[in-house]
């Protein structure tokens, strides 16, 4: 782990309804307009065919393939539609990837899975170790959660678009001043 003075983790403070996909993928697209490699997921939700909640898939924002990573549960359900196992089918090249060394990434959410220690939270804790800054979004109840976790190497923006794309630009800095200090 790099001890920086600048957080190299940062998680978008959205509300339940507030959408925040668009904050990530504009922040992706500006620091790839500039050069810089981006890796992780965006969040895309369609209506699935003919089924009560909508198909959760995600974008590989280097790549653009979507991949399903919701289950349907039937009209009656009240759970969570994520797929585990479809989060770990993506997660474990996304893991790989890292040894690239991209100059942020992002990942879609920190949410339940991720507070109870599954999810991308091994993608997180990896990047952390690295010196890889990492942007993702963290709805209300899941901010204790989120900065229980990541502490004082986190930070947790307002849903601002200038606000975050000023963040990874910050945050990239860092962690190149950082590796050439190493």
């Known amino acids: 782990m790099k001890d920086l003075d600048f957080p190299l983790q ?3 403070r959205v509300e339940r309804e507030r959408p925040v996909d668009d904050i990530l ?3 992706a697209r500006v620091l790839q307009a500039e050069g810089l490699t981006v890796a992780g997921f965006l ?3 369609s209506a699935g065919d003919g089924e009560c909640c909508n198909r ?3 974008e590989d924002i280097a ?3 979507h991949q399903i990573i919701s289950q349907a549960l039937g009209s009656g359900a009240r759970g969570c539609r994520l797929d585990p196992q ?3 089918g993506v997660a474990g090249p996304l893991l790989a990837r890292l040894d690239t060394r991209p100059d942020l990434l992002i990942l879609n959410r920190f949410g339940k899975g991720e507070s109870e220690g599954q999810g991308f939270r091994a ?3 990896e990047a952390c170790a690295r010196g890889i800054p990492l942007l993702t979004a963290v709805r209300e109840n899941y901010v204790e959660a989120w900065q229980g976790f990541a502490g004082e190497l986190g930070a947790v923006l307002a849903p601002d678009q200038a606000g975050v794309v000023e963040w990874a630009r ?3 800095a860092a962690a190149e001043r950082s590796g050439d200090a190493a």
Do not use: F, P, T
């Open 10 to 12: 940062a998680a978008i």
């Open 25 to 27: 993928e504009a922040v």
């Open 43 to 45: 969040q895309r939700e």
């Open 56 to 58: 959760i898939d995600l």
């Open 63 to 65: 790549s653009g393939e």
């Open 86 to 88: 479809a989060l770990a």
């Open 123 to 125: 993608l997180i804790e």
């Open 170 to 172: 910050a945050a990239v």
